[in-house]
């Protein structure tokens, strides 16, 4: 069976992170296969079955372990910049407490100031939360070794019991209709070593 594994990225904690490269090829190959599936009735006999990856990942004791460093470094830079944005409100307090008694030079200077010590925030703010930001940098790095098990899983199960296409349900893939006998969750987390009905810690 050609390399035709879907799935798995779907299952980010946090928005506006993009799937890996990997993924997106999968992505690209599942619209495909759609696309081919519906042309017509020569195909009706190809074995379709699909996945959840967001339901099999909170099912991975290793996936709760990754949300919680990512939460705990999530709240050390929001700290981090709560106090930045605290100095900053300390210079505008104290700019409009003397603004009367400065010379135009001192308003200059301490509008600058102040302008300078905002910037620095937003700054602060996306290198630790924007789109390429450390936040999504260090999530891809802890997800990708799930992810990568849950497709090494999940092409496992497909080669074995023959199927020619999966599907992962909670990617952006529109499922008019899915029967539960195609839902090959259980036998994934069968593969990943993960007793169907177990419940991880913490949930």
């Known amino acids: 069976m050609q390399d035709q594994r879907c799935g798995g990225g779907g299952g980010t904690v946090r928005n506006a992170f993009a799937p890996p490269t990997r993924h997106l090829a999968r992505i690209v190959v599942m619209a495909t296969a759609l696309c081919v599936l519906w042309g017509g009735e ?9 996945i959840d990856s967001q339901a099999i990942l909170e099912k991975l004791p290793e ?6 460093k990512l939460d705990q470094l999530e709240d050390e830079w929001r700290a981090e910049i709560e106090a930045q944005e605290e100095q900053v409100q300390a ?3 104290e700019y409009r407490a003397w603004e ?5 030079e001192e308003r200059r200077q301490k509008q600058a100031a ?12 996306q290198r630790y939360f ?3 930001g450390r936040l999504y ?8 070794p799930i992810q990568e098990r849950i497709l090494d899983a999940t092409e496992e199960v497909a080669t074995e019991e023959g199927y020619d296409y999966v599907f992962d349900k909670s990617e952006k893939v529109l499922f008019m209709y899915a029967r539960q006998d195609h839902n090959l969750n259980r036998r994934v987390l069968r593969a990943l070593g993960i007793t169907p009905g177990q419940q991880t810690e913490g949930q």
Do not use: F, N, W
């Open 137 to 144: 940098t260090r999530q891809q790095e802890l997800m990708r």
């Open 91 to 93: 210079l505008r307090d």
């Open 114 to 125: 102040i302008q300078k010590a905002r910037e620095k925030v937003d700054r602060l703010r």
């Open 63 to 68: 996936y709760a372990s990754v949300e919680q």
């Open 42 to 50: 020569a195909r009706a006999q190809q074995k379709i079955g699909y």
């Open 130 to 132: 924007g789109p390429d």
């Open 100 to 104: 009367l008694l400065y010379t135009d």
